[in-house]
């Protein structure tokens, strides 16, 4: 009986149905070629959701014979996590902590592996070796010590033996460090640096069997040093300073720290910005007035990109070690810093402001000898001073870029038109990342602005979260341009 047999048209008569028949049948299980010996699952209990491929060939291995398992193709499994990767998880619920309290991580999750150079070298070779001399650097007590200017105190109390050192993974010297703590908690914390250099080098450059006397949850030296700090004991601070210093010694001599980083291939960010803040803080910080002297209307605004939201953009445009980077309006040199050092790419910076071109050139000194410190490797690091618009170097530099970033935040729309003439001879596929978007809202092609260079840029409206900038603690947008003329040619195709 068909389905139409069931309705009729007004005036018609239906067709009477037939009597049904009843025709019985014997049907044989069906038995899968590849699964022998495996009943079919009978159709009243199967189940309405259709199950996942994989977890339907779960049950079927489980239930193969080891022979036809060997004959089959090898089943792919997940590779295992380096044991140097590590996570690192901040904690401010321990009374011993003093403000610095970070639970011991297990790994370092390496996400920002994705976009990287995965053949990168860490290892500064020249500053692994088991004596490799002295280098020069600012060291803490230089910068935070009592003295006249009476902006610390003793972090003990006692006042009379506040000196200490602090071995780095390289065989260099130790840094000198004073025992005292700022008035103004906005200030450089030696202690609190310390701390968290011990915390950092346990955790990334030892495998956890070898940091266990380090990260140890309840005996471990960084316990002790957090407890001391706390609870001001100064003598088992420098207790712990001292195992500490001893332990790493070791490790660097026989070549253990050496043989760690040759297994990683990326930084995490808790080390890149610990390494950034000590060079800032022996750096710029000192002089941080210099740069809120700038006219008002003008181009030169000084404002910084903080460190997460710049390996935001690193990740956002996959900045490899092996492509080229160039900051255009670099100011104290922050960004290039972070990109020679987190990516390992090279990286260019120009910057026409006086007083933020003395910094940048102190920073720069500063934080080539910390990387040596740290033995780490980091990328070709170049700073320019003047207008980026006029500088030979960074006209070629731009020719063969592959991320360029311009802080155009304050920049006047005169600044702006002329960028758009410099990104005409950048390559195509280059990203452009600015605050400020070079091509405006719903802008389209027309027989009357086909010449703009605007049309060889497509953008793409991202979101930073708060926290981001020095300016504001606010979230907001930043834009990513990349360099494709295909818009543009198929434009003028249909023009004839």
């Known amino acids: 009986m068909g389905f139409f047999d069931h309705f009729h048209k007004d005036g018609t008569a239906a067709l009477k149905p037939q009597a049904p028949r009843i025709r019985k049948e014997v049907v044989k299980p069906v038995v899968s070629p590849t699964s022998p010996g495996i009943s079919p699952v009978p159709k009243h209990r199967r189940p309405v959701a259709r199950l996942s491929d994989a977890y339907v060939q779960d049950a079927v291995d489980s239930r193969r014979s080891l022979a036809d398992r060997k004959q089959e193709r090898p089943r792919r499994t997940r590779k295992r996590a ?18 610095v309290e970070m639970q011991p991580r297990k790994r370092i999750k390496n996400d920002r592996l994705e976009g990287k150079s995965l053949v990168r070298s860490l290892r500064c070779k020249t500053a692994l070796t088991k004596d490799d001399g002295k280098i ?13 200017s009476n902006n610390y105190k003793a972090a003990f ?28 908690n906005e200030d450089f914390n030696p202690v609190d640096d310390m701390i968290r250099v011990v915390e950092l080098v346990s955790t990334f450059y030892l495998l956890p069997v070898q940091a266990k006397p380090l990260l140890d949850e309840s005996s471990g030296i960084l316990r002790k040093l957090r407890r001391a700090s706390a609870r001001k004991l100064g003598a088992e601070f420098k207790e712990g300073i001292s195992s500490y210093n001893e332990i790493l010694r070791d490790f660097q001599s026989n070549g253990t720290i050496s043989k760690n980083l040759d297994m990683v291939h990326s930084l995490p960010l808790p080390l890149v910005e610990r390494m950034l803040t000590q060079t800032y803080a022996r750096t710029v910080s000192l002089q941080v007035s210099a740069l809120k002297k700038y006219e008002n209307g003008s181009d030169n605004v000084y404002g910084e990109l903080l460190p997460r939201f710049v390996s935001k953009i690193f990740r956002d445009t996959r900045l490899r070690s092996d492509q080229v980077f160039a900051d255009l309006g670099s100011g104290v040199g922050n960004v290039v810093l972070q990109a020679a050092l987190e990516v390992g790419c090279e990286s260019w910076g120009c910057e026409m402001m006086e007083n933020a071109c003395e910094l940048a050139e102190r920073q720069e000194k500063e934080f080539t000898a910390r990387c040596q410190l740290w033995g780490l490797a980091i990328g070709d690091l170049n700073l320019e001073r003047g207008d980026f618009q006029k500088n030979h170097n960074i006209a070629k530099v731009l020719k063969r870029a592959d991320v360029v970033l311009v802080n155009n935040q304050a920049f006047t729309p005169e600044l702006n038109n002329g960028l758009m003439d410099l990104f005409l001879d950048l390559r195509e596929g280059c990203q452009i990342v600015s605050l400020k978007s070079f091509v405006p809202h719903d802008h389209k092609i027309t027989s009357r602005n086909f010449n703009s260079p ?24 930043y834009f990513v341009a990349r360099k494709d003329s295909t818009k543009l040619k198929a434009f003028l195709e249909r023009m004839g």
């Open 136 to 148: 020069t650097f600012l060291h803490a007590a230089d910068i935070a010590a009592l003295g006249p």
């Open 157 to 184: 109390g006692d006042s009379s033996e506040l000196g200490i050192s602090l071995q780095y993974p390289s065989g260099h010297q130790q840094e000198r460090y004073q025992l005292v703590h700022p008035r103004d």
């Open 82 to 99: 380096s044991p140097l990767q590590h996570r690192l998880v901040s904690s401010s619920d321990s009374s011993d902590s003093g403000g």
């Open 454 to 477: 605007v049309h060889l840029l497509n953008v793409e409206r991202k979101e930073y979260f708060s926290d981001s900038v020095s300016w504001t603690n606010a979230p907001g947008t």
